[in-house]
């Protein structure tokens, strides 16, 4: 059974920085492409980062392009999304994502199997 579990979300000030993290366990890590969304109150969940198996390829929405970087440690099944300079907009319940199949970048929700439950992000301006 996939386990996808988000850790690291929390209240933060604008400007500030935090690590998201994502554990995956009952699948073979390297075999997917991990994803990054976020979902605020009221509207549809949006694509955040997507970053390939290997690791060697990454893509990101323009509204976090420069601010996040996303990374995986295919040793430890762990998938993470730093953000820099948070914004008040930044607020949303952050998921994490496993494809198989993956296609870059990999923007849509359908193009994934797995989902965490996620993990919420509050940025106080």
């Known amino acids: 059974q996939v386990h996808l579990v988000e850790s690291g979300g929390g209240l933060m000030q604008a400007g500030g920085s935090l690590r998201l993290s994502c554990a995956a366990s009952?699948?073979?890590?390297?075999?997917?492409?991990m994803g990054w969304f976020r979902q605020a109150p009221g509207k549809e969940r949006e694509f955040v980062a997507s970053?390939?198996?290997?690791?060697?390829?990454?893509y990101y929405a323009a509204s976090v392009k420069g601010r996040c970087t996303i990374s995986r440690d295919n040793a430890k099944n762990t998938v993470s999304l730093q953000m820099n300079s948070l914004k008040p907009e930044d607020t949303a319940v952050y998921y994490c994502?496993?494809?198989?199949?993956?296609?870059?970048?990999?923007?849509?929700?359908?193009?994934?199997?797995?989902w965490g439950q996620g993990t919420q992000v509050t940025v106080s301006s």
């Open positions: 970053i390939s198996g290997s690791g060697s390829s990454t």
């Open positions: 994502a496993a494809d198989l199949r993956y296609s870059p970048p990999a923007t849509t929700t359908s193009a994934y199997d797995y």
């Open positions: 009952g699948l073979t890590f390297r075999s997917y492409a």
